[in-house]
Every structure is written in C-alpha cells, then in structure tokens.
C-alpha cells in the first residue's frame, strides 16, 4: 500500500503562480509511475500531469503544456507540480496518483484507470 497526501493548494489571483507538493509513503521501495489529476466543479477528472519513475519522461495535457511542470524527488519520495500563469480555468481538486512501473524507468500512464493509488486531494482556485 501506498498513501499520498497532497499540499500546496490555495487561493491565487489569475497570473500567480502555485506549487503543490505529494508525498508519499508505505512501500515506497518500489517503483511509480506518478501523476497530478485535476477534477473541476461539474467536470469528470482529468489528468494534467504525468512523470516516469526516473523523471526522464513527462508529459502534460494540452491545456497545461508550458504553464505546469511536473517533476519528483525520489530520495524524498515526492513529485511537485509548479503551476505559473494560472487561469480561472484551472481552478480544480488536484489529485496525486501513482501506479507501480514495473521496472520500466521510462512508462508513463495517462488515463485514469492506470493508477493504483491516490491522495485525497488539495483545492486550486484561481480568481480574476
């Protein structure tokens, strides 16, 4: 079992910046693939972020792409997702996942149905 708890959220004007942090813990000698999902009032949950186990790879929903970026922290068994130029539009529930890699330093997973293991949730809102 793994357990993440996301921090960081808050409430920004519209241009501000946001860092939100996931720490997670429990079996974390294994290897995860991890992620920031956000879900908007009255809209279904999507993914923003994703990063391989090793950090090589990432990728980002097209909404996001040069405005967010994902990264982690293995010793600290953390992922962070800085957030500049935020929008109304982005005011969302983040959610970490994670799911185990399998070995594979390089995998991402983008659907919701891929992760194993989420947080609770932190509250984004972005004011204009």
């Known amino acids: 079992q793994v357990q993440l708890v996301e921090s960081g959220g808050g409430s920004v004007q519209a241009g501000g910046s946001l860092r939100l942090s996931c720490v997670a813990s429990g079996r974390t000698s294994s290897n995860y693939v991890m992620a920031w999902f956000r879900q908007a009032p009255g809209k279904e949950r999507e993914i923003a972020a994703t990063?391989?186990?090793?950090?090589?790879?990432?990728d980002y929903t097209d909404s996001v792409r040069g405005r967010f970026f994902i990264s982690r922290d293995n010793g600290k068994n953390t992922v962070y997702l800085a957030m500049n130029s935020l929008k109304p539009e982005d005011t969302a529930v983040y959610y970490c996942a994670a799911s185990p890699s399998y070995g594979n330093a390089a995998v991402m997973y983008v659907t919701e149905s891929q992760y194993v293991y989420w947080g609770q949730g932190t509250q984004v809102t972005v004011w204009s």
């Open positions: 990063i391989s186990w090793s950090g090589v790879n990432t």
